[in-house]
T-cell receptor, first 115, second 113 residues
């Protein structure tokens, strides 16, 4: 499984754009990149997933360069409620494309948004 | 979206007792579920992969006799912490796959006195 490396922590202010970069140098051809958000004492929540280039949804954007050895989660105009831990994971879909083989979490990035 | 529930959300038990934690996929069937453990201020650590109708696959260093996993149906997996000790106190989280997403339960806080 590809190992991921993220900054341990980041600080930001309300209304700013936050970009969290994740390195995954050993990503395999069939691996997808997924980002999760976790609040204290809760299970992780899916944010966004991508394979290459750029993916955007209602809460975030994911930028993946051509070599796929890194990815950047972009959170536009963060608010206090975005204070959480953000995890970048790479994982291989199972043969039937019905889910992932096991996902291994890295250290995550603790984002603190201040007023 | 798909929902995964866990029961109980919190449990406190005495040292030496066994505790069962349930993980249910409420609106979808999951042939595979995963169990994680998370200590304070740390990341999630994968404990085992639970496969419906077969034995669970444990990660290296996880005692299979201590953490019993049963996946008897396509919507239910259980984790039993046997002869629990204070060092087993942790946040236990399960997850299940549906299409290209992994859905996580809300977690179970286990405190062993």
């Amino acid at each position: 499984l590809a190992k991921t490396t993220q900054p341990i922590s980041m600080d930001s202010y309300e209304g700013q754009e936050v970009n969290i970069t994740c390195s995954h140098n050993n990503i395999a051809t069939n691996d997808y990149i997924t980002w999760y958000q976790q609040f204290p004492s809760q299970g992780p929540r899916f944010i966004i997933q991508g394979y290459k280039t750029k993916v955007t949804n209602e809460v975030a954007s994911l930028f993946i360069p051509a070599d796929r050895k890194s990815s950047t989660l972009s959170l536009p105009r963060v608010s206090l409620s975005d204070t959480a831990v953000y995890y970048c994971l790479v994982g291989l879909r199972n043969a039937m494309n019905t889910g992932f083989q096991k996902l291994v979490f890295g250290t995550g990035t603790r984002l603190l948004v201040s007023p | 979206g798909a929902v995964v529930s866990q029961h109980p959300s919190r449990v406190i038990c005495k040292s030496g007792t066994s505790v069962k934690i349930e993980c249910r996929s409420l609106d979808f069937q999951a042939t595979t579920m995963f169990w994680y453990r998370q200590f304070p201020k740390q990341s999630l650590m994968l404990m085992a992969t639970s496969n419906e109708g077969s034995k669970a696959t444990y990660e290296q260093g996880v005692e299979k006799d201590k953490f019993l996993i049963n996946h008897a149906s396509l919507t239910l997996s259980t984790l039993t912490v046997t002869s629990a000790h204070p060092e087993d106190s942790s946040f236990y989280i399960c997850s299940a796959s549906l299409y290209n997403e992994q859905f996580f339960g809300p977690g179970t806080r286990l405190t062993v006195l």
